[in-house]
Nanobody, 115 residues
Framework: QVQLVESGGGLVQAGGSLRLSCAASRSTFRFNAAAWYRQASGKEREWVAGISTDGTSKYADSVKGRFTISRDNAWNTLYLQMTSLRPGDTAVYHC?????????WGQGTKVTVSS
């Protein structure tokens, strides 16, 4: 069983930056494709950014140019660098990763952007 543990959330002022991390519970686990999602209060979970096995990244239009998804060389930690944060980015951020034939979700880390 793989667990994904997110960290790095918190309270930040508009215009600020945060870096989220998502680590697999065992260093021997290796992600295939991975992504970040977010869920604001009262809204459905939405896809934010994804990275494929060849390193190609894609972004939702709402975060393009402000967020950067990346992973470490061991492919067991996922990152989301968030800059120029806006109040509309306030949400619980979840990582999602494929490990072998299975897919896993992290428990989420809360990001609050104050105006």
């Amino acid at each position: 069983q793989v667990q994904l543990v997110e960290s790095g959330g918190g309270l930040v002022q508009a215009g600020g930056s945060l870096r989220l991390s998502c680590a697999a519970s065992r260093s021997t686990f290796r992600f295939n494709a991975a992504a970040w999602y977010r869920q604001a209060s009262g809204k459905e979970r939405e896809w934010v950014a994804g990275i494929s096995t060849d390193g190609t990244s894609k972004y939702a239009d709402s975060v393009k140019g402000r967020f950067t998804i990346s992973r470490d060389n061991a492919w067991n930690t996922l990152y989301l660098q968030m800059t120029s944060l806006r109040p509309g980015d306030t949400a619980v951020y979840h990582c999602h990763a494929e490990v072998g034939p299975y897919a896993y979700w992290g428990q989420g880390t809360k990001v609050t952007v104050s105006s």
